[in-house]
């Protein structure tokens, strides 16, 4: 029986990057690609969603992989792989992500060239690989480059735990300290803070642990529990905004948050959201799709919404509808071009 819960959540968290994403062009935190007038509302949402909402997709991920093994070969498993995430990488750093930075170079570089020679720039100038003010970047697409990575790499080891029916059989309570793991594994090839040890943990304890039926019950019964907990430390990552500081103590306060959140968002997830109707069948479909084309839509629209001189919030309102619509408009064009499905991973149906 599918899980539908598992496909409710994956796409409930790929729409949370609208109104996360458009929060970062007003946030004091982190720098982006344009900036508007900074306010505490958009501190507020980065802060609240950074430390759960990436760790929930790997997550999902390893449960989904968990799933999709069981049905096919490993082979097949690499071909889809290949087909669903390398494919659309590569096609979003050709056709996507350079409009991104050429918006930054504009806005913080006072670029005036055209956009084809910035586009030649994009792939020849130094860069943080951030391309918050021009330059080479997978924007976000690294999450894309990250889950085809890590899913190669932990083939072998599903594969010889299939091999040894190696399953789960510790206490369900000993879920609880897992974020131990990742937490030392977030030191591991550590990229712009962006670690891929830590995001393999996720995505194998997805796999391993998450994706187990008594796991899911136990966080079904406990998910107030885990609700109140994650919601706890998620308030105290906003009121002392340790995003923005360093240190062990910090990480491991994000680590824990990120876990617990998590772990709420799953309970919750399968004792609400274990359904499908036309329009979570529409939105699991779309949802891949809106991932690739989102933030490159969402720039083109903030810097022109940038220059209006509308208050914050009609700003914020603007470019975050905006994105979102030009998002599905996308899809359906795309869905319907034979090129554009494969280039983009998009399913016909």
Same mark, same amino acid.
């Given at each position: 029986?599918?899980? $539908?819960?598992?496909?409710?959540?994956? #796409?409930?968290?790929?729409?949370?990057?609208?109104?996360?994403?458009t929060?970062?062009?007003?946030?004091?935190?982190?720098?982006?690609?344009?900036?508007?007038?900074?306010? +505490?509302?958009?501190?507020t949402?980065?802060?609240?969603?950074?430390?759960?909402?990436?760790?929930?997709?790997?997550?999902?991920?390893?449960?989904?992989?968990?799933?999709?093994?069981?049905k096919?070969?490993?082979?097949?498993?690499? %071909?889809?792989?290949?087909?669903?995430?390398?494919?659309?990488?590569?096609?979003?750093?050709?056709?996507?992500?350079?409009?991104?930075? $050429?918006?930054?170079e504009?806005?913080?570089?006072?670029?005036?060239?055209?956009?084809?020679?910035?586009?030649?720039?994009f792939?020849? %100038?130094?860069?943080?690989?951030?391309?918050?003010?021009?330059? @080479?970047?997978?924007?976000?697409?690294?999450?894309?480059c990250y889950?085809?990575?890590?899913?190669?790499?932990?083939?072998?080891?599903f594969?010889?735990a299939?091999?040894?029916?190696?399953? #789960? /059989?510790?206490?369900?309570?000993?879920?609880i300290?897992?974020?131990?793991?990742?937490?030392?594994?977030?030191?591991?090839l550590?990229?712009?803070?962006?670690?891929?040890? +830590?995001?393999f943990?996720?995505?194998?304890?997805?796999?391993?642990?998450?994706?187990? +039926?008594?796991?899911? +019950?136990?966080?079904?019964?406990y998910?107030?529990?885990?609700l109140?907990?994650?919601?706890?430390?998620?308030?105290?990552?906003?009121?002392?905004?340790?995003?923005?500081?360093?240190?062990?103590?910090?990480?491991?306060i994000?680590?824990?948050?990120? #876990?617990?959140?998590?772990?709420?968002?799953?309970?919750?997830? /399968?004792?609400y959201?274990n359904?499908q109707?036309?329009?979570t069948?529409?939105?699991?479909?779309a949802?891949?799709?809106? =991932?690739?084309?989102?933030?490159?839509?969402?720039?083109?629209?903030?810097? =022109?919404?940038l220059?209006?001189?509308?208050?914050?919030?009609?700003?914020?309102?603007?470019?975050?509808?905006?994105?979102?619509?030009?998002?599905?408009?996308?899809?359906e064009?795309?869905?319907?071009?034979?090129? @554009?499905r494969?280039?983009?991973?998009?399913?016909?149906?």
């Amino acid at each position: 029986m599918r899980k $539908y819960f598992i496909d409710n959540v994956r #796409w409930l968290a790929v729409l949370f990057l609208f109104p996360y994403h458009t929060a970062r062009i007003f946030d004091s935190l982190m720098p982006f690609y344009i900036k508007g007038t900074e306010t +505490e509302i958009a501190n507020t949402i980065v802060l609240a969603a950074t430390p759960w909402f990436m760790p929930l997709l790997f997550v999902v991920a390893g449960m989904s992989t968990r799933y999709a093994l069981q049905k096919r070969s490993n082979l097949a498993y690499v %071909k889809e792989r290949f087909l669903k995430l390398f494919v659309p990488l590569l096609s979003g750093i050709l056709l996507l992500i350079p409009l991104q930075t $050429y918006y930054a170079e504009i806005f913080h570089n006072g670029y005036t060239g055209s956009y084809w020679k910035q586009y030649i720039s994009f792939f020849t %100038k130094e860069t943080d690989l951030t391309g918050y003010t021009g330059g @080479f970047t997978p924007g976000q697409l690294w999450f894309i480059c990250y889950l085809f990575v890590i899913s190669l790499i932990a083939l072998p080891i599903f594969q010889f735990a299939r091999k040894k029916e190696v399953r #789960w /059989r510790g206490a369900n309570i000993l879920v609880i300290p897992m974020c131990i793991l990742t937490f030392v594994l977030s030191y591991v090839l550590d990229i712009g803070g962006k670690s891929i040890g +830590e995001y393999f943990s996720l995505f194998v304890l997805g796999y391993f642990v998450l994706a187990e +039926e008594k796991v899911q +019950e136990f966080l079904d019964k406990y998910r107030m529990a885990f609700l109140a907990v994650g919601a706890g430390f998620t308030v105290y990552t906003v009121v002392f905004q340790t995003l923005a500081q360093s240190g062990v103590v910090a990480r491991a306060i994000s680590i824990v948050t990120s #876990w617990m959140d998590v772990l709420a968002i799953l309970g919750l997830g /399968r004792h609400y959201l274990n359904f499908q109707n036309k329009w979570t069948k529409y939105l699991s479909k779309a949802s891949f799709a809106c =991932y690739l084309f989102h933030q490159s839509l969402l720039i083109f629209i903030g810097f =022109y919404v940038l220059q209006s001189g509308l208050s914050f919030g009609v700003q914020y309102i603007i470019i975050l509808i905006g994105s979102f619509l030009g998002s599905i408009f996308l899809y359906e064009v795309c869905r319907r071009v034979p090129l @554009f499905r494969f280039l983009f991973a998009i399913k016909k149906g």
